[in-house]
């Protein structure tokens, strides 16, 4: 399959809601999402435990997105584990699925497994053809500018979920505008991720919110 040069080969669209939304868990999304976000911290983050001598330790039930084993394995034999893209793919779409019900997007509960109405594209790549053994070290840091820019967003993003909040709970609906506002920043944090930690391409994330 010919990729078109102009596209770029990560992306992330998330259905719009044509139709009157949950107010009740609109309302209470603060409490709804608890639960998940405790089983996705369990997975994505760390754990506090006592050692027998009383102190505290961190523990990683799962080491979250698997970054720095894929660097070397890409730096040293140009190879990235397909078991590792998988998972890294598929906590990935499950976070971002949470975070789409955190802001509104949707009210389905997030599934650990099912597509649901986020959809994320990301495809495995030929290490030996499409990425360069070196890059991954560097990816990080080249990615800086567009942490910058997403800080910023995230603020017009928090904006955007307090005004559909109101808009939900008033008249059942997202507004069209901020829905698909908020669905350009997480494209873009998609593409980031992909590029900068995911190490899935070395094609840099295009400034824009456009697909």
């Known amino acids: 399959m010919v990729v078109n040069a102009g596209v770029y080969p990560v992306n992330l669209t998330v259905d719009y809601p044509d139709r009157e939304l949950d107010r009740v868990t ?5 409490f709804t999402i608890i639960p998940i976000a405790i089983v996705m911290s369990l997975i ?21 997105i698997v970054v720095l084993p894929t660097v070397l394995m890409i730096l040293f034999q140009q190879k990235y584990p397909r078991w590792w893209f998988d998972w890294n793919l598929a906590l990935t779409k499950f976070s971002t699925r949470v975070a789409a019900y955190f802001m509104l997007l949707t009210d389905q ?3 650990t497994d099912e597509e649901q109405a986020v959809h994320i594209e990301i495809p495995y790549p030929n290490v030996k053809e499409e990425l360069s053994h070196w890059m991954p070290l560097v990816k990080w840091f080249l990615a800086i500018p567009h942490y910058i820019v997403l800080c910023f967003l995230y603020v017009a993003v928090l904006v955007c979920a307090v005004i559909s909040w109101f808009a939900i709970i008033f008249t059942g609906r997202y507004p069209r505008d901020l829905f698909d506002f908020v669905v350009s920043v997480f494209r873009w944090t998609v593409r980031v991720s992909a590029y900068a930690f995911l190490l899935t391409t070395d094609r840099y994330p295009p400034f824009s919110l456009a697909a």
């Open 109 to 111: 509960y997030p599934s």
């Open 26 to 30: 609109t309302l209470f999304r603060l």
């Open 44 to 64: 994505a983050g760390p754990t506090l435990s006592w050692t027998s001598a009383n102190q505290v330790t961190y523990e990683y039930a799962a080491g979250a």
